[in-house]
């Protein structure tokens, strides 16, 4: 399956070379596919409602969600993406309830990347 090549900063497409909207490859593809996958919410998707993290009834609005809950459905969404056989979510959770952290991940052909969420 490919995917299109969204710019880091903006996450709008991009053209190659030759005019084209350019595709993702290699581990930048199964990186972006994480942060696609960690970012969607469940019942978001037309055609799959079961997919994506149950934001809105488990972790938003409801108090103090436990971080380790939060951690599991991130990497959850990390191995969904084929191709990626482990993921590592690092959480942390500042004073002003901010969340910052990023996923550590390895491909089955033995790359590694890091996703910032």
Known sequence: MKTLFLMP?????A????GNIA???S???QAQDIASACRTIQKDLYFNQSEGI???TQILGNGRYPLALYRKYLQDA????PGVVSALPELQLDN???LRGQIKFTTS????GVVGL
């Open 9 to 13: 900063g903006s996450w709008d497409l």
């Open 15 to 18: 053209i190659d070379a030759r």
């Open 23 to 25: 595709i993702a490859e």
């Open 27 to 29: 581990t930048y593809q």
């Open 54 to 56: 149950p934001y809105l």
């Open 78 to 81: 990390a191995l969904s993406v």
């Open 96 to 98: 002003d309830r901010i």
């Open 109 to 112: 052909d033995n790359q590694t």
